[in-house]
């Protein structure tokens, strides 16, 4: 099971960092990432790491603005995203076992309001 929080309103050009807290003993060994959906838009990976933390992936629109990290002892991954843009505004979702550069993945979060005002 994963679930997110620390999503909410923010002005453009702000900060927001989103956790996922995950239930099971395999999450250390899962690629975590995060993937939102903006209204009337398909789904946009954003983000990713490995299961050891050593190697992460960004689409290039976040680069350099948001940073994707994870702590395996809380079973928990984060997104801090920085120089935010009403652009960004979306519901993002943790998930699990996410092929990179990608939408595919096997466990899904309920998501999370990010909404970015301008």
């Known amino acids: 099971q994963l679930v997110e929080s620390g999503g909410g309103l923010v002005q453009d050009g702000g900060s927001l960092r989103v956790s996922c807290a995950a239930s099971?003993?395999?999450?250390?060994?899962?690629?975590m990432g995060w993937i939102r959906q903006a209204p009337g838009k398909e789904r946009e990976f954003v983000a990713a790491?490995?299961?050891?933390?050593?190697?992460?992936y960004y689409t290039n629109s976040v680069k350099g603005r948001f940073t994707i990290s994870r702590d395996n002892a809380k079973n928990t991954v984060y997104l801090v995203m920085d120089s935010l843009k009403p652009g960004d505004t979306a519901v993002y979702y943790c998930?699990?076992?996410?092929?990179?550069?990608?939408?595919?993945?096997?466990?899904w979060g309920q998501g999370t309001q990010v909404t970015v005002s301008s």
């Open positions: 099971g003993r395999t999450f250390s060994q899962y690629v």
């Open positions: 998930a699990a076992e996410v092929l990179p550069y990608t939408t595919v993945a096997s466990y």
């Open positions: 790491i490995t299961a050891s933390g050593s190697r992460t």
